[in-house]
């Protein structure tokens, strides 16, 4: 019941940045728990970054320090700031919804935004 549209992906130099954002649209009650994921070739699909509705957030340790993600429940939107980015952030990033719908706990998937970092 609800669509994510992903935009901010690209290549980029090692040491550069990259934002991610990622809206939701759709029919829903609570938008809870926003997040990325990413998942490189090759390997299992990770946790990068999660926020919840009160703005705790959550990091992998591979990017603490290093990425920063914010939201805007105005916008129902989630961000990825993405600094000093390393060739093995390389990998498809995926928005992730956790919503409520029909007072019943549902999911969302983005589409995916390729980040390609070089060398």
């Known amino acids: 019941q609800v669509q994510l549209v992903e935009s901010g992906g690209g290549l980029v130099q090692a040491g550069g940045s990259l934002r991610l954002s990622c809206a939701a649209s759709g029919r829903f009650l609570k938008i809870n728990v926003m997040g990325w994921y990413r998942q490189a070739p090759g390997k299992e699909r990770e946790l990068v970054a999660g926020i919840n509705s009160g703005g705790i957030t959550n990091y992998a340790d591979s990017v603490k320090g290093r990425f920063t993600i914010s939201r805007d429940n105005a916008k129902n939107t989630v961000y990825l700031q993405m600094n000093s980015l390393k060739p093995e952030d390389t990998a498809v990033y995926y928005c992730?919804?956790?919503?409520?719908?029909?007072?019943?706990?549902?999911?969302?998937w983005g589409q995916g935004t390729q980040v390609t970092v070089s060398s």
């Open positions: 992730s919804v956790e919503y409520v719908y029909a007072f019943t706990p549902s999911h969302s």
